[in-house]
């Protein structure tokens, strides 16, 4: 059943849903690589009034990629709540924008109507939202959720400390922690990306980031960014696993590629929460995306990158998780071209996220061979401390020695929040006040004031 | 006339963090000190100064002149070809044309049919032609009297523009080589804009992905030196005309070796 749209004389067919979904997305290099964009600017503008005239039950109708083969789709539609859905049943993709954007749509209307919407409907509406839509309509939404201390809420941003190394030495590790610490990373979690997946490997430096964890009482949780595979196996062995991360995407085939389904998340969840090690809550799975990992595995079906990157939280929702985050300038200029398209992303993602109920930050990142530099980050962090993200990457000087991209700074943080006066999350926020790390309104001491923290290093350091 | 304002008082460029000790750990950017919430001048520069280098590299290209020369000093005969990304924004944003050779020099790798050979060099630019300019030729000097001791025929080494590892493929089917080994320079990081990586497939063809070739990278002196680098590939290039493989069944045990 073809979408039609005319301009000046000139009928735009679009001959299903992916196809008009594609056309209409805002220009990104991995769309053109797949050969889904269009082909013209005035053909992505006709695609974007057939979509505003869609209506949203013919997401219900016509699945993107077939349920019988793909079970991230059978997610998608299995668990679609029409109850909550129903208040919006009638509308077209253009109505729930003019609706989203309304005084109506507040943070409770969003919460309500999360669990009836699909990914691929909040990738359509975002398609026909300009960035300034993008960050107002993500701002309302409120999604809040717990371990050893409350993310998400208002007025509030965290960070995800990240002191990587690249042999993944305990000394140059802990050396990387205990600079966060003392700018005041690390509230949505300290976790290491592994330079190997070794289950002994992992497993010692779980080890070190819970003895630090404990030995100053940081009321966070840490992770290592292994396989969930290694991570399930190191629960089995009594590691201490407080949140279980992985990398997952939006088609079953993606996430075959990744080495993981939906049956192995759910066991590495239920797994997780048996160990019961959150204190104010049990949300313990942490999920990294980005557009483009589906064309990437060349299972993307079709569906242009922003769409595929939509049902990744599909996916993600199923397992209530801590935190997602989306790696956004990560994957490259084949994916996204240049600091344009990688803020663009960075706020669909956001956005996407939020509306359908997850806790979502944005790595705001770049490699090398992108056409970005830090003013493009700047910017990108500035909005998203503006949309309310939840949280964003805390990397020693903004350089990752270890997977060699860029990244956002501890001094980057301390920036952002205090230009629009964000404070880390409330039990963080305490104990840096405890450590005579912050001060009382939230700002950093200087470094020469006294704090238990250099008083005594972790051992790793002594 | 109104007295001119007080001169602010300037307490110096701030100094690094009382922890500056545990740099000593990392090589990461730590105990940065800082003017309210920016980093010191001197790191702002500093981390200017690396991107730039990795930028530089990126768009650096092959010294085409100095590499046949020195090509033919080794002496291998060369030539130079190109992929079929047309300029290095078409290489950055169109992969797939960065592993296909264009038809000009299809064609002239093509024909007249060359004899069959044990190993084609492609020395490819890949992100960091800076590396390839640097490193290839030190890199090779060490190499290749290793293979002509082990009996290997190599074949012509090919300079390839704006190419990705797997342009190596379709060269070596052209060339009949029953291996090929890439160089090529690897993604700048802002420490290492010139690293150089090493790549090689058994029976190359279009089409094969990274699960059929091996790797050993970041080739250079302050990383992997030219020496045992050479001494790991010449190990590989062995094993795998012995066991007539490469990629995921082939597993670097020189370690083991050396042990």
């Not at chain 2, 300079?159 to 060339?175: H, I, K």
């Amino acid at each position: 059943m073809p979408y039609r749209h005319t301009v000046r004389g000139h009928a735009y067919a679009f001959d299903d849903l992916k196809t008009l979904l594609a056309r209409a997305s805002p220009l990104r290099a991995g769309d053109a690589l797949a050969g889904v964009a269009a082909a013209t600017y005035e053909e992505r503008v006709a695609a974007q009034y057939a979509l505003a005239d869609a209506p949203l039950r013919d997401f219900l109708r016509h699945a993107l990629v077939p349920y019988e083969r793909d079970e991230v789709t059978r997610l998608i539609v299995d668990t679609h709540d029409a109850e909550a859905f129903g208040p919006v049943g009638h509308f077209t993709v253009g109505q729930l924008r003019d609706w989203l954007l309304s005084d109506a749509a507040d943070a409770g209307a969003l919460a309500a109507l999360a669990p009836g919407l699909t990914p691929e409907m909040v990738a359509a509406v975002s398609k026909l939202l300009r960035n300034q839509e993008l960050i107002g309509a993500a701002r309302k939404c409120e999604v809040v959720t717990r371990f050893r201390n409350t993310l998400g809420l208002r007025g509030r941003l965290a960070t995800r400390l990240q002191p990587n190394h690249p042999t993944d030495d305990p000394r140059g590790i802990a050396a990387s922690l205990v600079d966060g610490l003392r700018y005041g990373s690390g509230d949505a979690l300290i976790g290491i990306n592994p330079a190997t997946d070794s289950p002994r490997a992992v497993s010692n430096l779980l080890h070190l980031l819970d003895a630090v964890r404990a030995q100053y009482a940081i009321p966070t949780q840490t992770c290592v960014l292994c396989h969930v595979t290694t991570a399930l196996q190191l629960i089995g062995q009594g590691a201490p696993v407080d949140v279980t991360f992985q990398s997952i995407a939006g088609t079953q085939a993606a996430n075959a590629s990744f080495g993981v389904s939906l049956a192995l998340l759910q066991e590495a969840w239920d797994a997780t929460r048996s160990l019961h090690r959150g204190t104010v809550g049990q949300d313990v799975m942490y999920f990294e995306t980005g557009q483009g990992s589906a064309l990437s595995a060349n299972a993307h079906h079709g569906l242009d990158q922003q769409t595929c990157e939509a049902r990744a939280y599909a996916v993600a929702r199923r397992f209530r998780p801590l935190l997602v985050n989306s790696v956004v300038g990560f994957i490259g200029p084949e994916y996204l071209y240049d600091g344009k398209q990688i803020i663009r992303a960075g706020l669909e993602d956001h956005f996407c996220g939020k509306l359908l109920g997850l806790p979502m930050g944005v790595d705001v990142c770049y490699t090398n061979h992108a056409e970005a530099d830090q003013d493009d980050m700047d910017a990108l962090l500035t909005l998203l401390g503006v949309a309310g993200c939840t949280f964003v990457m805390g990397v020693p000087g903004a350089d990752d020695v270890m997977l060699g991209y860029q990244s956002t700074s501890f001094h980057d943080a301390l920036y952002v929040r205090r230009v629009l006066g964000l404070r880390p999350a409330p039990e963080f926020e305490a104990w840096l006040v405890q450590q005579g790390i912050f001060d009382a309104q939230g700002a950093l001491l200087p470094a020469a004031a006294a704090s238990p923290l250099l008083g005594k290093l972790p051992a790793a350091l002594r | 006339m109104p007295d001119l304002p007080d001169p602010l008082p300037y307490a110096g460029a701030p100094a690094p963090d009382p922890w500056a000790a545990l740099q000593a750990f990392t090589a990461a950017r730590i105990a940065l000190g800082r003017t309210g919430t920016s980093v010191p001048l001197r790191e702002a520069l500093a981390f200017r100064l690396a991107h730039a280098h990795a930028r530089d590299a990126v768009y650096s290209v092959l010294d085409t002149e100095r590499l046949l020369a020195g090509l033919a000093a080794l002496p291998l005969p060369a030539c130079a070809v190109h992929s079929r990304a047309a300029t290095r924004p078409d290489y950055l944003q169109r992969p797939d044309r960065g592993r296909r050779l264009d038809d000009d020099s299809r064609a002239r790798l093509a024909g007249p049919a060359p004899a069959a050979c044990d190993l084609a060099l492609v020395l490819a630019d890949g992100l960091s032609a800076a590396a390839v300019n640097e490193h290839a030729l030190p890199l090779l000097r060490r190499l290749l009297p290793l293979l002509h001791g082990a009996g290997f025929r190599p074949g012509p080494a090919v300079l390839a523009a704006q190419a990705r590892v797997a342009l190596g493929d379709e060269v070596g089917q052209l060339l009949r080589a029953r291996l090929v080994l890439v160089l090529i320079g690897e993604r700048p990081g802002l420490s290492a804009p010139r690293s150089l990586g090493a790549y090689f497939t058994h029976g190359p063809r279009p089409g094969l992905t990274d699960e059929a070739r091996n790797c050993v990278s970041n080739i250079r002196p302050e990383g992997l030196g030219y020496q045992p680098a050479a001494d790991k590939l010449f190990y590989l290039l062995c094993e795998a005309r012995r066991l007539g493989l490469s990629g995921v069944g082939l597993k670097d045990q020189s370690d083991l070796l050396a042990g």
